[in-house]
């Protein structure tokens, strides 16, 4: 890899057996999501964020506090309402007096964000200007409040959750904060054998201890590494390019991209599906990814990133059939 291959690669062997005991750990507690917890790993360790789009009672807040129990991190959990403040997240400056002197002082109060893991739960319930409150916590690491700015504790992981049936009295994300979440997690039904499953285990007395794996210095030593990892040019090559069919009226885009996007991914949705990539490889203990790694990734990269046309709401088309139409072409 560099010159520090030997102990690179150590580390890498390390961290897959690691990822095996954190799917363990997290399986105790949640049935089934396999694909969703992997991603969520891949997102943490690429210093992304995530945001979880699913039906209620699919256990997406109790997968999120499962994996900071998990990972020995402090989790915060907001819950977005119409009235909440931005300050209700950064936090406050009070007055406090000194009883010996009378003196007295403005004190900032930490707020929630103030937290490795901070779950967003139903993010989209709240008005774009306490949605905003997020964004340079989630791009800087910072807090900003009263002139002063507060350096937020490595690692700083933000989880947002939305409900995609109830729409009324939400406020749609700016697609300017939809692009500082590196991945769209689709949390999908669970089979009928996990199903039963559940049903199983959450309604007896009867439950397993979950373990901490890795702490909170590790995964930042991890978020290190995941930089330092070498990607052959060819692989970038196939990420751009990737990236740039899906942006309209250029040389080479696909006439189907044409009809039913109004805006395309910009470069940011690269640069993740080669952090992404990369993540996905560390996790498996192979000291480079490959062009299938960024395959693998696409999909919760992009269909977010995807700005569709009136053409695409008439012919029903969405933006995950248009990101699946893509990579069949360039398998193609």
């Given at each position: 890899m560099t010159n520090a291959s030997s102990s690179d690669l150590e580390i890498l062997r390390s961290l897959k057996s690691a990822h095996g005991k954190l799917k363990e750990e997290i399986g105790k507690v949640i049935v089934g999501?396999?694909?969703?917890?992997?991603?969520?790993?891949?997102?943490?360790?690429?210093?992304?964020?995530?945001?979880?789009?699913g039906v209620p009672g699919l256990a997406k807040t109790l997968l999120i506090s499962?994996?900071?129990?998990?990972?020995?991190?402090?989790f915060s959990r907001i819950q977005f309402t119409p009235d909440l403040m931005p300050s209700d997240i950064t936090g406050t400056e009070i007055v406090e007096e000194d009883r010996a002197t009378g003196k007295r002082t403005f004190k900032f109060v930490e707020g929630p964000i103030f937290a490795n893991i901070v779950l967003a739960d139903?993010?989209?319930?709240?008005?774009?200007?306490?949605?905003?409150?997020?964004?340079?916590?989630?791009q800087e690491h910072e807090v900003s409040a009263a002139g002063t700015t507060y350096t937020l504790d490595e690692p700083f992981f933000v989880l947002a959750t939305q409900n995609p049936i109830e729409q009324e009295g939400t406020y749609p994300l700016p697609e300017a904060q939809l692009d500082r979440f590196m991945f769209n997690l689709w949390v999908d039904y669970p089979s009928s054998?996990?199903?039963?499953?559940?049903?199983?285990t959450t309604t007896s007395r009867y439950s397993l201890p979950v373990n901490k794996v890795l702490s909170g210095q590790?995964?930042?030593?991890?978020?290190?590494?995941?930089?330092?990892?070498p990607v052959a040019d060819n692989v970038i090559k196939f990420a751009v390019?990737?990236?740039?069919?899906?942006?309209?009226?250029?040389?080479?885009?696909?006439s189907f991209v044409t009809d039913y996007i109004a805006w395309g991914c910009g470069p940011r949705a690269s640069q993740y599906l080669i952090l992404g990539a990369k993540t996905n490889a560390a996790l498996d203990g192979r000291p480079t990814p490959e062009i299938e790694d960024v395959r693998n990734v696409a999909l919760p990269v992009l269909r977010h990133r995807l700005v569709t046309n009136f053409n695409a709401e008439a012919d029903d088309v969405s933006a995950p059939e248009i990101v699946n139409r893509l990579l069949e072409m360039k398998q193609a």
């Open positions: 999501q396999e694909k969703v917890v992997h991603e969520l790993l891949v997102s943490l360790l690429a210093r992304g964020h995530c945001l979880l789009v499962t994996l900071a129990q998990v990972l020995d991190l402090k139903e993010v989209n319930r709240t008005p774009p200007k306490t949605q905003a409150a997020l964004l340079q916590a989630m054998d996990e199903e039963n499953e559940i049903v199983k590790e995964i930042v030593d991890l978020q290190a590494l995941v930089r330092r990892i390019e990737l990236v740039r069919r899906t942006r309209p009226k250029l040389d080479g885009t696909p």
